[in-house]
């Protein structure tokens, strides 16, 4: 049974969260329209076994499942979310060191929390890095699009221009190549514009991040593309990549994840 969710004030917003299992903090951030639980529900990833050697935070993003959100783009841009993933660690492990699993905005938002506090983190798990640098400008018109969509003609007009198929090779396997989008149509808008303004620091800025880094690419996927994967290889110090072409590779991504964690130290430094 999914254990109940708490509502925390966070900047503004009511945050929800929850953990399961024990043993050392890890928080999961998941991608833009989904929540803490449904890409997991819909066969993508699977964090059972992560919950099973620690204590694993799952929360809503700002705007997201049963969190609040306003209508401003700018609190959903990634260094917002990742003041937001700070302040979630604050009240669900206060003084503690914690490893993070982030999807897409979620990784994001990691790498910002990250960067602004890298004594709070053990590793980093970095699945499915989005479009960054050169590769994200083409997304920016069709966030924008999709935006003006939504507003003019509601989220069933952007739904129904999604394609039921996997969007990785990778992904053949899931229960669901489309899973429901958790965010109210009245926000949404303001979500999608304000990942068009968003953006990872440039390299240099990444190359400071001195903390064990595993980053997990699929492949086929024009909006996580492997060159992001590669890119954020290349400009962290202490990065390895790994990619998943086909099912069975993506089903090694859990037991690699908590091998990965394990080693991480658990006291401060």
């Avoid at 953990?19 to 990833?45: C, D, I, K, L, N």
């Avoid at 783009?73 to 009240?91: C, F, I, K, M, N």
């Avoid at 969007?167 to 899973?179: G, N, Q, T």
Wanted: net charge neutral.
């Amino acid at each position: 049974m999914t254990p109940a969710f708490r509502l925390a004030e966070i900047r503004g917003a009511r945050i929800a969260w929850n953990q399961t299992g024990r043993g050392p903090a890890v928080v999961w951030a998941h991608g833009m329209s989904s929540s803490g639980y449904r890409q997991e529900s819909s066969g993508q990833f699977d964090w059972r076994a992560v919950s099973s050697a620690h204590r694993l935070i799952r929360y809503d993003a700002r705007g997201h499942g049963r969190s609040s959100g306003g209508r401003s783009a700018q609190e959903y841009t990634w260094p917002e979310l990742g003041r937001d993933l700070s302040a979630v660690l604050d009240v669900a492990a206060p003084g503690e060191r914690v490893g993070a699993i982030g999807s897409s905005m979620g990784t994001a938002s990691i790498l910002y929390a990250a960067l602004a506090q890298p004594d709070r983190f053990t590793r980093l798990v970095l699945t499915t890095p989005p479009t960054i640098w050169q590769t994200r400008r083409a997304q920016i018109p069709i966030r924008i699009a999709s935006a003006d969509l939504i507003e003019h003609h509601g989220l069933a007009a952007l739904e129904r221009l999604t394609v039921d198929a996997p969007v990785s090779p990778a992904l053949a396997d899931a229960k669901r190549f489309v899973s429901p989008v958790a965010v109210r149509a009245s926000i949404y808008p303001w979500v999608l514009r304000g990942s068009a303004i968003s953006d990872l620091p440039p390299p240099e800025e990444l190359a400071a991040l001195d903390l064990p880094v595993l980053i997990l690419s699929w492949t086929g996927d024009d909006t996580h593309p492997v060159s992001s994967g590669r890119l954020l290889a290349d400009a962290l110090p202490d990065a390895r990549l790994e990619v998943a072409a086909t099912p069975a590779e993506l089903r090694r991504w859990p037991g690699m994840v908590v091998e990965f964690l394990d080693s991480a130290p658990t006291t401060t430094r």
